[in-house]
Nanobody
Framework: QVQLVESGGGLVQAGGSLRLSCAVS????????MGWYRQAPGNQRELVAS???????NYADSAKGRFTISRDNAKNTVYLQMNSLKSEDTAVYYC?????????????WGQGTQVTVSS
């Protein structure tokens, strides 16, 4: 069994900051890429940022310059530091991890955490 548990969402005023965390637990051999996605009402789920096992990062244009993704491999945890938040950042944020288990790689998702930015 594998679990991805997110935390850190909440209500914040525009211009404020939040830090999301996602801890991976359970039985696996290796965590490969990790990422954060978001889904606003009526919209498709979209990539916000991703990070490889080696620390290479990728950001959506909307996140560049404001969000920073990082990971602590010793803690099996990925973070998303979000600064200068805007009302359009309001969404449910999902953690994603590509895990190698029993010789195969599969994607796993967290349950989601709500981020609401008030203007």
């Amino acid at each position: 069994q594998v679990q991805l548990v997110e935390s850190g969402g909440g209500l914040v005023q525009a211009g404020g900051s939040l830090r999301l965390s996602c801890a991976v637990s359970g039985s696996f051999f290796r965590i490969n890429a990790m990422g954060w996605y978001r889904q606003a009402p009526g919209n498709q789920r979209e990539l916000v940022a991703s990070i490889t096992s080696g620390g290479n990062t990728n950001y959506a244009d909307s996140a560049k310059g404001r969000f920073t993704i990082s990971r602590d491999n010793a803690k099996n945890t990925v973070y998303l530091q979000m600064n200068s938040l805007k009302s359009e950042d309001t969404a449910v944020y999902y953690c994603n991890a590509d895990l190698t288990r029993w010789g195969r790689s599969s994607e796993y998702w967290g349950q989601g955490t709500q981020v609401t930015v008030s203007s």
